[in-house]
C-alpha cells in the first residue's frame, strides 16, 4: 500500500471530489498498516487488516462498527473485510491537563467508556481472545527457549494461583482486552478507544484493571472509578478481584516484549534496572521509547519484578484469601 492508492480508495469509496493528502503513520505495535487522508474539511483514518484471516477481519469490523454505533468508538465509513480496509473517522486526541487529572470527572468518564463498552452488545467469545490463555501461550513459548535469568517458572506459578483464585469469579461481558492509554483518545471531556482486535467476551475486570493501571495513580482516583463504574461502593471482594487482575494486566504488555524480542532475551539476566516509580518517571517524561528493544526489555525486566513483588506482599495474600473465603460461602 502506497499514498497514492490510498487517496484514490478514499476518494472512490466516499465519493470525494476534492484533493485528499495522505500519510503513513509509523510506530505502534498493531500488525495493520494505517494511514491518514485529509481533506480540507475532514481527516480520516484508513486501516488495512493485513496478515489476518478472514474470520479475523470480518471479526474485528464486526466490532469497530459495535463501537461506532455505540458512540464509543470512531465513527465506520467505510469497512470491507474481503478488501481488509476500513476508512474510520480521525480522533483528535487531546492533552491532558494536571488540573484535569486531578478532577473526579476525569475518571468518571473513564468508568463511563468502560461501561459503554462492557454493557453494550456483544462480541464473540475467542478462547484465544482471553488473557489467561494468551498469558500461557507465551509462557510456554519462552519455556521452550530456556532463556536465561528471566523467572518463567515462578511467573507460571503466579498466573496460576491468580487464575484459580478468580475462576469462580469470572463473568463474561463484551470486552476491548487492550485499553491502554494508547487505545484511548481522550476528546476533551471524554473518551472514545480505538484498535479493537482483541476484542471479545471475557471478564470486564481485566479492562478495568488496564484503565486504572494506565491512569489510576493514588487510591483515591482508583475509588473513584471503580465506584462509578459500580454505580455503588465497592465490596471487599471486588477489591480483591480487581488487585489480582492489575497484577496480570502489569504482566502483559512486559511477557509480550519478551515474545518478539527473542534475540535480546540472552541480556535480561545482566540488565540493571531502576524500581517500577522511577521507570515510570522515565516513561512519562519521554526518556523510555517502547518501540525500541533495548526499552522493551527493560520495561519487561521491571514490570515483572514489581509484580513478583507485589506477589509477596500482605495485599497479595489478602486478596487471595478474600476470594477463597468467598467461594467457600
Known amino acids: 500500500m502506497n499514498e497514492d492508492y490510498v487517496s484514490k480508495l478514499v476518494k472512490d469509496k466516499l465519493s470525494i471530489k476534492e484533493k485528499v493528502t495522505t500519510e503513513k503513520l509509523t510506530g505502534g505495535f498493531s500488525d495493520a498498516q494505517i494511514f491518514t487522508a485529509t481533506t480540507?474539511?475532514?481527516k480520516y483514518v484508513i486501516r488495512f487488516l493485513t496478515d489476518k484471516?478472514?474470520?479475523?477481519?470480518?471479526?474485528?469490523i464486526s466490532a469497530l462498527q459495535i463501537a461506532s454505533q455505540h458512540n464509543y468508538g470512531p465513527h465506520i465509513?467505510?469497512?470491507?473485510?474481503?478488501?481488509?480496509?476500513?476508512?474510520?473517522?480521525?480522533?483528535?486526541?487531546?492533552?491532558?491537563?494536571?488540573?484535569?487529572?486531578?478532577?473526579?470527572?476525569?475518571?468518571?468518564?473513564?468508568?463511563?467508556?468502560?461501561?459503554k463498552i462492557h454493557k453494550g452488545p456483544n462480541f464473540e467469545n475467542l478462547k484465544n481472545r482471553n488473557i489467561f490463555y494468551q498469558i500461557g501461550a507465551v509462557i510456554k513459548k519462552l519455556k521452550q527457549q530456556k532463556s536465561q535469568g528471566?523467572?518463567?517458572e515462578k511467573l507460571e506459578n503466579v498466573i496460576s494461583i491468580i487464575h484459580e483464585t478468580l475462576k469462580p469469579h469470572l463473568t463474561l461481558a463484551p470486552c476491548h482486552n487492550d485499553l491502554n492509554s494508547d487505545n484511548l483518545?481522550?476528546?476533551?471531556?471524554?473518551?472514545k478507544a480505538i484498535d479493537f482486535e482483541d476484542a471479545s467476551q471475557t471478564d470486564p475486570f481485566y479492562d478495568i484493571a488496564t484503565v486504572v493501571n494506565?491512569?489510576?495513580h493514588t487510591p483515591e482516583y482508583e475509588q473513584i472509578l471503580l465506584s462509578t463504574y459500580l454505580g455503588q461502593q465497592p465490596t471487599e471482594k471486588e477489591w480483591a478481584k480487581l488487585y489480582l487482575m492489575k497484577q496480570v494486566s502489569w504482566l502483559a504488555a512486559?511477557?509480550?516484549?519478551?515474545?518478539?524480542?527473542?534475540?535480546?532475551?540472552?541480556?535480561?539476566?545482566?540488565?540493571?534496572v531502576p524500581s517500577q516509580i522511577e521507570f515510570f518517571k522515565e516513561l512519562a517524561t519521554g526518556k523510555i521509547n517502547l518501540e525500541n528493544p533495548e526499552h522493551q526489555l527493560k520495561y519487561a525486566k521491571v514490570y515483572i519484578n514489581y509484580v513478583i513483588s507485589n506477589v509477596e506482599s500482605q495485599e497479595f495474600a489478602q486478596a487471595i484469601k478474600v476470594l477463597n473465603n468467598s467461594t467457600k460461602k
Open 40 to 42: 480540507d474539511s475532514k
Open 150 to 152: 528471566i523467572p518463567i
Open 214 to 216: 494506565s491512569y489510576c
Open 254 to 272: 512486559p511477557l509480550w516484549f519478551l515474545k518478539i524480542n527473542p534475540k535480546q532475551l540472552n541480556q535480561y539476566e545482566k540488565l540493571h
Open 77 to 115: 465509513y467505510y469497512a470491507d473485510a474481503d478488501k481488509t480496509v476500513v476508512i474510520m473517522e480521525f480522533l483528535e486526541r487531546k492533552n491532558i491537563s494536571p488540573e484535569q487529572r486531578e478532577s473526579e470527572s476525569f475518571y468518571k468518564s473513564l468508568a463511563k467508556i468502560l461501561q
Open 53 to 60: 484471516s478472514l474470520k479475523e477481519k470480518e471479526l474485528e
Open 185 to 191: 483518545i481522550f476528546l476533551g471531556d471524554h473518551f
